[in-house]
């Protein structure tokens, strides 16, 4: 077993070697309370961020309430910092729920979640529907619940139309066909009932406030009052970075203003960063993955690439002729107002990291890509004689998700456990002061250890896993959700 646990272990150092390599080193040994206390705030940056974070006091205002807003404000002035690693939605998946958790741990006020919503609604969160525990053992993978049938399944989350009433009707009325086991179909139930029918959740006017909305809901339904976790405050960080990229390009010498509008920058950055992880990969004649800098939205919300042009100054999409935008202000400008425009990962990060020192808390993935996306970008406004600006562009991105150390009793097999999600939670009584306390002192490299099961099925290709990888790669945490307790 040994023996299959060091292969499964040198499959995942190729795979996220900067990840394991922070965990096997002296890192690792840090308590998860410490380590959440010990992430960074925002230093030097190339613009000011109080645009940022009034905005994101704003949103917060609407959604929540006018105190919710100025204790997001406090908590960014405090320590300019939000967990990102998040699929913007509502957080049953113990990759994001778990890190929500941990990352809290080093809040004071509230949890500001800047989550992505550039991401179809079909996504690995699942925003359409619940997730539940794994539906067999051998597997991490949750089974899903079809809640929403509102607009299209790939529709852009930050762009989904909302739901309503009679969707939430049409998926009670069809719980009783459903597969689901005794206590997936009263937790089905619950959140159906009184989350998404809630008067905050069903008020909100777009998708993406319904998410925020529910998230919010989900989370004081989780936390016990003794636990004394902050409350969770999530929003959408493209529609954030969007507000904001359109107001740049009214500001020459902004980042975004530069990256849009100037020429020999515009296709720098382009060079510069093709082929790199989460930015584009864009080559003549091939249909290429990503899109350069911005998305553009089709008829049904979804997620449209586009390609730069640069002798027309265009943006075009390759396999739709009827659109296009112009590489001008106006038309940008437009297009991100209207919401036919949405900013892509990179221009996200460009507004809010890059340009205005935001530390953002990522998964394992984003640890990397985001100081990647620094140094190209820095790199880029080199070439273009802007030393000034380049040495002001940097990011730093603490490890925020990628932890499971919350983990419960299988449903099915008694002898088994999985990493822990909402239905766990609940049925355990929620997450009391018990169990913050236990947490709290659980050592980082072993909340990772937790992880690898997903992270082995999650990163390494079927054909490629090797056999009894699930039970090699097995560590139980010090955390196990019981049943109800009295």
């Known amino acids: 077993m040994n023996g299959i646990r060091e292969q499964c272990l040198e499959q995942l150092r ?21 380590y959440a206390r010990a992430m960074p705030g925002g230093g030097p940056a190339l613009q000011d961020a109080d645009d940022l974070i009034a905005l994101a006091q704003t949103e917060a205002g609407r959604l929540f309430s006018p105190a919710t807003g100025a204790a997001l404000r406090r908590e960014l002035e405090n320590r300019f910092l939000a967990l990102t690693a998040n699929h913007h939605g509502v957080d049953f998946h113990p990759e994001f729920l778990q890190g929500d958790l941990i990352f809290a741990l080093g ?11 550039g991401v179809p609604c079909n996504n690995m969160a699942y925003p359409r529907g619940l997730l539940l525990p794994p539906p067999h053992s051998g597997t991490t993978k949750p089974g899903r619940f079809p809640a929403l049938a509102a607009g299209d399944r790939h529709a852009l989350v930050s762009a989904q139309i909302p739901f309503r009433t009679s969707h939430i009707r049409s998926a009670l009325d069809s719980l009783p066909h459903s597969d689901l086991r005794e206590e997936e179909l009263a937790f089905a139930a619950l959140i159906l009932k009184e989350i998404y029918l809630h008067p905050s959740v069903l008020c909100q006017e777009t998708f993406r406030d319904q998410m925020s909305a529910a998230n919010a809901l989900l989370w004081s339904r989780l936390a016990t009052p003794d636990s004394h976790l902050p409350p969770l405050v999530s ?37 510069t960063l093709n082929g790199a ?11 290429g993955r990503g899109t350069f800098l911005l998305w553009a939205l089709d008829e049904k919300k979804r997620g449209v690439a586009l390609r730069p042009d640069f002798t027309k100054r265009e943006l075009l999409a390759p396999f739709r002729p009827d659109i296009r935008f112009k590489l001008d202000r106006d038309s940008l400008k437009e297009g991100l107002v209207s919401l036919r425009l949405l900013p892509g990962l990179y221009l996200a990060f460009a507004v809010s990291a890059l340009a205005r020192g935001l530390v953002c808390a990522g998964g394992v993935f984003q640890y990397v890509y985001l100081p990647n996306m620094a140094r190209g970008t820095a790199e880029a406004l080199r070439r273009c004689g802007e030393e000034a600006a380049a040495d002001k562009i940097s990011a730093r991105c603490p490890l925020g998700a990628g932890f499971h150390p919350l983990q419960a009793p299988d449903i099915a097999n008694s002898e088994g456990e999985h990493s822990a999600g ?56 010090p955390l196990l959700l019981s049943p109800k307790r009295i």
């Open 14 to 34: 190729k795979a996220i070697p900067e990840a394991m390599e922070l965990m096997e080193s002296p890192a690792g040994e840090l308590s998860l309370a410490n």
């Open 107 to 117: 809040c004071q006020e509230v949890v500001p979640l800047f989550a992505c919503g």
């Open 235 to 271: 929003l959408d960080l493209q529609y954030l970075c969007g507000v904001l990229a359109a107001d740049d390009l009214d500001r020459p010498g902004s980042l975004v203003h530069d990256l849009l509008l100037e020429p020999a920058l515009t296709e720098e950055i382009f060079r």
């Open 277 to 287: 992880r989460s930015c584009w990969t864009l080559k003549e004649g091939q249909a």
């Open 422 to 477: 909402p239905l766990d939670i609940l049925r355990h009584g929620g997450f009391d002061a018990r169990d913050r306390a236990v947490l709290s002192n659980i050592k980082t490299r072993e909340a990772f250890l937790c992880s690898l099961p997903f992270q082995y099925e999650d990163l390494i290709p079927e054909g490629e896993r090797i056999s009894g990888w699930f039970a090699a790669l097995r560590h139980t945490s």
